[in-house]
T-cell receptor
Framework: NAGVTQTPKFQVLKTGQSMTLQCAQD?????MYWYRQDPGMGLRLIYY???????DKGEVPNGYNVSRLNKREFSLRLESAAPSQTSVYFC??????????????FGPGTRLTVL | AQSVTQLGSHVSVSEGALVLLRCNYS??????LFWYVQYPNQGLQLLLK??????LVKGINGFEAEFKKSETSFHLTKPSAHMSDAAEYFC?????????????FGSGTQLTVLP
């Protein structure tokens, strides 16, 4: 099992450019998440998907859109990148049984720089 | 909403010394609590989790954490630090928000192990 995979690993954009970050999981998990990590701020939730066909905003959704393409894949799109979106982006997934006991499994991250 | 506070953004210990990383949470219901570790340029990996079965939880790599309801704490300890423990550590609490279980993370503690 590969777990959670993310592409690309690194990306440099110019202000105003768009891009899509890809995420896939092979653990048959219902829930998937996108976070951004900035120094001293921990991880902040951007969007999440409780199950295939649903998406919801997290703490910091402005400037982002998401698509839950199928049960395995959850993509994050920046329509018009801004320097404030320079960050490390993590995708995660979790099962939904266990009433909250289930941990989230994280991908290796995408390091994005917006110039 | 629940919150997590990690006291000390940077902690340094000598190799072989006790590691103590502090985490306090706020929650209106019995919480599910997690500790994750992040090695440089990698994603987050689960160290251990508290799911109300036992107050002393043992995790990987010799780490353990004790849930203390009266102190709303879930501090992480390891009796003897190893150079390979140098990493960033995140405490998180699980809560039901919106349509899915979400994790709220602390801001992280960077552990340095001195030779």
């Amino acid at each position: 099992n590969a777990g959670v995979t993310q592409t690309p690993k690194f990306q440099v954009l110019k202000t105003g450019q768009s891009m899509t970050l890809q995420c896939a999981q092979d653990m048959n998990h219902n829930s998937m998440y996108w976070y951004r990590q900035d120094p001293g701020m921990g991880l902040r939730l951007i969007y999440y998907s409780a199950s295939e066909g649903t998406t919801d905003k997290g703490e910091v959704p402005n400037g982002y859109n998401v698509s839950r393409l199928n049960k395995r894949e959850f993509s994050l799109r920046l329509e018009s990148a801004a320097p404030s979106q320079t960050s490390v982006y993590f995708c995660a997934s979790s099962g939904t049984g266990g009433r909250g006991r289930n941990e989230q499994f994280f991908g290796p991250g995408t390091r994005l720089t917006v110039l | 909403a629940q919150s997590v506070t990690q006291l000390g953004s940077h902690v340094s210990v000598s190799e072989g010394a006790l590691v103590l990383l502090r985490c306090n949470y706020s929650s209106s219901v019995p919480p599910y609590l997690f500790w994750y570790v992040q090695y440089p340029n990698q994603g987050l990996q689960l160290l251990l989790k508290y799911t109300s079965a036992a107050t002393l939880v043992k995790g990987i790599n010799g780490f353990e954490a004790e849930f203390k309801k009266s102190e709303t704490s879930f501090h992480l300890t390891k009796p003897s630090a190893h150079m390979s423990d140098a990493a960033e550590y995140f405490c998180a609490v699980s809560e039901m928000a919106g349509s899915a279980r979400q994790l709220t993370f602390g801001s992280g503690t960077q552990l340095t192990v001195l030779p």
